[in-house]
Every structure is written in structure tokens, then in C-alpha cells.
């Protein structure tokens, strides 16, 4: 943000005007929440502050005028500029309620634990009733981490400026933005840099297309079939023309849809029509399970390793191997693994998948609340799902969707970012307490939204 702002007032724009920018971008939309009614503004030292006092001169021009509360006075140039241009008048006492609260206390500029005055502020903050919005960030939040540095409050709106920072979708700080909205404040940005996913579009199959054109997925069981098949059950409505699993065993409840192959599973992986394969949920952690996953590997195809497979994967078995085609689907515990195991060493979910798919080449997807992509097109973050999605078996499913989308177009990365979309929709079609298996069915519905 620094730089970009940098760059913007190296080109002719004032540090004043990106604050104008950003004070009215925001206040249009605090209007339209306060209706009229009162709002009630906080105030920092900084330049977060500063686009408070712009806010509260805008909703006063507007005839909507508020208390500002204010511990300390600007310590910046231009946040002294906008307190100066503010014509009302800063209140003192306590916080009152059933207000618009606009929390402008602290935006990037955190640097250390909020205290004193400002930490009473934001815990009255938390107490008092009314509905609560946080410029840029929560004033607790560390921009760039997400690490919380004083009392947390529950906003029921997000206002970003300029553009998301890092926090915005990292657990637990962006559970308690709210919503989320981004306010525009005209910046140009270096392509390349994380961002937060775009909804993909998927199109449906060609008009000549048949079963093996639009992908076959070969998915290697292992010794717990369950999981493997409520995988093949999600990757059936993912748009693969054709779903296999090679299985040594039989399965009673296999439906009539899924082929079984229980020949040997060298020959199967010959099959040069194979357009993908998933290997992990239910492989087991044996010497056969590993043997199945050094196999699947030598197959040289596109591949989706989830579950068991990150457990047993070693640098060995992906040595000279073309890993752009390799998409892994770790979550926390199997994430801190791999780093250990490829030996990675460095703090944070974001920064370890970052630092996985330069290592490594693979596409990694750090599932969890928050989801993040770091693959061959960059680091991608998403909104947060349906916390419904916390049962077991929804990873299964996960690795399932992206094994399809695999099979269909062959890109690691593209196949991982539509299975967080595809999984999201699916689970909010499944609402309430659903199972696993009804989640891999609400796969077909969710599809259909991105058509
Ligand atoms: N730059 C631009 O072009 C634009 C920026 N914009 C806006 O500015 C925000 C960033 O502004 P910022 O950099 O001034 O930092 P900000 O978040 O207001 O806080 C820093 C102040 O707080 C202080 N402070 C820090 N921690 C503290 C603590 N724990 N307890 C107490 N004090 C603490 C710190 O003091 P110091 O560390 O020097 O003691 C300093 O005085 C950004 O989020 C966006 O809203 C927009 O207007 C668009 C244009
Ligand atoms: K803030």
C-alpha cells in the first residue's frame, strides 16, 4: 500500500487528495447505513484518523452531524489538515450507544499493542450497542499479519482502501470485520501480487466433446474406501466425462456411475487417456500405500494429492517430476508437515504455502477458514465459507472437486481456485448440518451457479 501510494504521489497526487478519496468513498457508504440516524466517529493520531475527520466533515456537509471522539490530536500533516477542515467539534466523555459507529483509530499504521485510553475506547467500543464499521481495518488488526493487538471488537461492516491487505482473509481477524467491501481510491497496482480470487467461470462441455474429451479421473483407493469414494462422488458432478477407481478392493455402496477397476494397478495407470488422478483420501500411511503413491506419480499425469498422500509425499518421489502439474490440497497439521519434509522453515500459513510452491513447483492449496492459493498464477485469497464445512469427509470432497476440474482442463492452479468457489457454493446449498455426502451432492447445483 505504501508503495502504491507512493507512486500515486510521485505521479501528481497528494497524500491529501488519496485521503479525500478515501473519507468520501467511505462516508457514501456510512450514509447509506446511518439512514440519517446519528453516527458516532473514533479518531486516531494517524492518517486512519485523518480519514475519520474527512468522514465526519462529509456527513456534517450532509446535514448528518455526529460526535467524534478523538483521545489524541493528529500527529500527521495531513490528518492535521483534514482536523482542520473538520468544522465540528470533538466530543468527550463516554462512548454513547445505539449509534453508527465508524472506528478510525488505527488502519496500517499499527505497530504495537493497543493500550491505555485507546485500548478503553475500543473495548467501550466492543460493550456499546449500535452498528459498528471499521475503516480500512479493525483497529486492533495488524494490516500485514492479521495478529490481533488489542481488544477486539465485532464490526458488522469493513470498509478497505484502496485495496485488500493480507488481514482481510486471515483467521481469526477476518472473522470480525463483517462485511467486506473495498473502497476505490483510484491506486494502480504492480500485477502479480496476491490477491483475492475472482468467481471463475466453467464452461460446459464442447459440442463434440465425449467422455474421455471432457476428462477422465482415475482416483487410486487405498485401504479405507469411504473416503476415496465420497471424493469420487464430488468429482462426478465436477464436470470430468468420466470418474475410475482403481481399487483392490470391492465396494457394496459404489454407485452405478463409478467404474471399478481392481485389476493391477500398473496396468490401469498405463491407460493414456487418463486425464487426471487423485490419490490420498483413504490411501492409508503403509509401505502398499506408499508403493500406490510412488506409482501414481511415475504415471506422469496431472495429479491431485490430498490427505495420506501429503503424509507419506518426500522430495525423492517428485524429483525430476514436472510438479506444475501437481496440485496438493494440505491443511494446517499436513502444511507444517510438508514444510518440515521439504525442508521449509518459515512462520505462517500464507508465507509456507508461498514458500512450498516456490520450492517445489506444486500448486498448494492451504484449505482451512482461510483458504489461501499459492500456485503458477500467484497467491489467491477467498472469502471465508460456510462454517458448516467444518465436518469430516468435506476435505475428501474438496480434493475430489479439484481432481475433476483437473481431468477436465489440466491447469493445477485454475482446477484449485474453482474447487474453493465449487465447494463454498456446495456447502451454502447444503445449508445447515449437512453430511459429506450430501455436500459431494450439492456439488451439481454449485456447478451450475458458475456456468
Ligand atoms: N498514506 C496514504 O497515502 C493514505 C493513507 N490512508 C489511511 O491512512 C492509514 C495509515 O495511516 P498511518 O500510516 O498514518 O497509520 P495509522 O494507521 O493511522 O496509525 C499510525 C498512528 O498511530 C500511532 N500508533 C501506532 N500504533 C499505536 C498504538 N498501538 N498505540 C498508540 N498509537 C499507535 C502512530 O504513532 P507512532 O507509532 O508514531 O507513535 C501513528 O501516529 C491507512 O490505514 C488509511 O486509513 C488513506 O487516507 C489514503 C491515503
Ligand atoms: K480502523
Known amino acids: 500500500m505504501r508503495a502504491a501510494e507512493k507512486a500515486a504521489m510521485d505521479a501528481g497526487t497528494s497524500e491529501w487528495e488519496l485521503m479525500r478519496r478515501s473519507g468520501e468513498g467511505a462516508a457514501r457508504w456510512i450514509t447509506r447505513i446511518?439512514?440519517?440516524?446519528?453516527v458516532c466517529l473514533l479518531c486516531g493520531p494517524g492518517n486512519n484518523g485523518g480519514d475519520g475527520y474527512v468522514i465526519a466533515e462529509y456527513l456534517r456537509q450532509l446535514g448528518n452531524g455526529g460526535e467524534v471522539f478523538a483521545p489524541k490530536p493528529p500527529a500527521t500533516e495531513t490528518a492535521r489538515k483534514a482536523r482542520e477542515a473538520f468544522s465540528g467539534e470533538i466530543a468527550s466523555g463516554p462512548l454513547p450507544s445505539n449509534r453508527v459507529f465508524v472506528d478510525c483509530l488505527f488502519g496500517y499504521g499499527l505497530t504495537r499493542e493497543v493500550e491505555g485510553e485507546f485500548a478503553d475506547l475500543l473495548r467501550a467500543l466492543g460493550?456499546?450497542?449500535?452498528?459498528?464499521?471499521?475503516?480500512?481495518?479493525?483497529?486492533?488488526?495488524?494490516?500485514?499479519?492479521?495478529?490481533?493487538l488489542g481488544p477486539l471488537v465485532r464490526y458488522d461492516l469493513t470498509l478497505a482502501l484502496g485495496a485488500w491487505k493480507r488481514a482481510h482473509f486471515v483467521m481469526p481477524a477476518m472473522a470480525s470485520m463483517g462485511q467486506k467491501r473495498l473502497v476505490d481510491i483510484g491506486l494502480d497496482f504492480p500485477v502479480g501480487l496476491p490477491r483475492l480470487s475472482a468467481e471463475p467461470h466453467i464452461d460446459p462441455p464442447a459440442p463434440d466433446a465425449h467422455k474421455y474429451r471432457r476428462g477422465l479421473l482415475a482416483i487410486v483407493a487405498g485401504d479405507m474406501p469411504g473416503a476415496s469414494l465420497l471424493a469420487a462422488q464430488a468429482a462426478l458432478r465436477s464436470g470430468a466425462g468420466y470418474v475410475k477407481l482403481l481399487s483392490d478392493h470391492s465396494h457394496p455402496d459404489v454407485p452405478a456411475e463409478l467404474v471399478v477397476d481392481d485389476g493391477p494397478l500398473a496396468e490401469a495407470l498405463e491407460d493414456e487417456r487418463i486425464g487426471a488422478l487423485l490419490i490420498g483420501p483413504g490411501l492409508g500411511r503403509t509401505p502398499a500405500a506408499r508403493d500406490r503413491l510412488s506409482a501414481a506419480l511415475a504415471a506422469k499425469r496431472p495429479i491431485v494429492l490430498d490427505a495420506d498422500a501429503l503424509h507419506l509425499l518426500d522430495p525423492t518421489m517428485i524429483s525430476g517430476a514436472d510438479t506444475a502439474n501437481?496440485?496438493?490440497?494440505?491443511?494446517?497439521?499436513?502444511?507444517?508437515?510438508?514444510?518440515?519434509?521439504?525442508?521449509?522453515?518459515?512462520?505462517g500459513k500464507i508465507a509456507k504455502a508461498q514458500a512450498l510452491n516456490a520450492e517445489t513447483g506444486m500448486a498448494v492449496l492451504a484449505k482451512g477458514p482461510d483458504t489461501v492459493l499459492a500456485g503458477q498464477r500467484g497467491t489467491r485469497f477467498f472469502e471465508r465459507g460456510p462454517a458448516w464445512l467444518s465436518a469430516a469427509g468435506t476435505g475428501d470432497v474438496l480434493a475430489g472437486i479439484s481432481a475433476s476440474r483437473l481431468a477436465v482442463h489440466g491447469e493445477a492452479h485454475r482446477a484449485l481456485e474453482e474447487a474453493v468457489w465449487l465447494h463454498h457454493e456446495a456447502a451454502r446449498i447444503a445449508g445447515a448440518a449437512?453430511?459429506?455426502g450430501y455436500l459431494a451432492r450439492a456439488v451439481k447445483p454449485a456447478l451450475e451457479a458458475f456456468l
Open 127 to 148: 460493550e456499546t450497542k449500535g452498528q459498528k464499521i471499521a475503516i480500512d481495518i479493525p483497529s486492533s488488526i495488524a494490516s500485514d499479519s492479521g495478529q490481533q
Open 34 to 38: 446511518a439512514a440519517g440516524g446519528p
Open 326 to 347: 501437481i496440485a496438493i490440497t494440505p491443511h494446517e497439521g499436513e502444511l507444517a508437515q510438508l514444510c518440515e519434509a521439504f525442508g521449509i522453515e518459515t512462520e
Open 434 to 436: 449437512f453430511t459429506a
